[in-house]
């Protein structure tokens, strides 16, 4: 998935870019996806100036994780917009006035799925939860309280307290 600058500044049409990517070596090792499907890719190059190209699109695919709270399976679908603009340096030093919203370009094309990946798991989720008023698991025996409530004995206890509990004993 590559763009080239000559020809993009000699076509009289914006390049459009429809692919899909496999994104799973990218959230590898991350315990909480279980499954991630392929991410399809719908981008638009446009020449943008001298020596400039904006990108701009969106990235759609779906993810599974597991819920923040009770561990339970959770589908997520992602709509990530990508934009980002890349400048063909010919020169092969950056120029003193680097502006931080360009990405400078050595070559005289850029291979696009690194940004595609990074801006996958930019947008992914910090936390997911299966529903808004997820109870999640008791801490002493792990039962999940969504599904009903367990016999341990949750009472909670200031701790500046504590020390007085067994007093009347």
């Known amino acids: 998935m590559e763009i080239h ?5 000699n076509a009289d049409e914006p390049l459009h870019i429809h692919e899909t990517v496999d994104v799973s070596k990218v959230v590898k090792g991350r315990k909480d996806i279980l499954a991630v499907a392929p991410l399809s890719v719908d981008l638009k190059a446009l020449p943008a100036g001298t020596d400039c190209v904006n990108v701009v699109g969106k990235l759609s695919g779906d993810v599974d994780m597991l819920c923040s709270r009770c561990l339970n399976e959770v589908k997520s679908v992602l709509n990530i917009p990508f934009a980002e603009t890349f400048k063909w340096l010919k020169q092969p030093v950056l120029p003193e006035d680097e502006d931080d919203e360009l990405i400078y370009i050595k070559d005289e094309s850029v291979d696009l799925i690194p940004y595609v990946e990074e801006n996958f798991v930019l947008h992914l989720p910090d936390s997911v939860l299966c529903k808004a008023d997820c109870l999640g698991l008791c801490q002493k025996c792990g ?5 009903g409530t367990c016999s341990c004995d949750n009472t909670v206890i200031d701790p500046r307290l504590a020390g007085l509990k067994n007093f009347f004993k």
Do not use: T
């Open 5 to 9: 600058f000559r020809k993009l500044a």
């Open 143 to 147: 039962q999940n309280l969504n599904e």
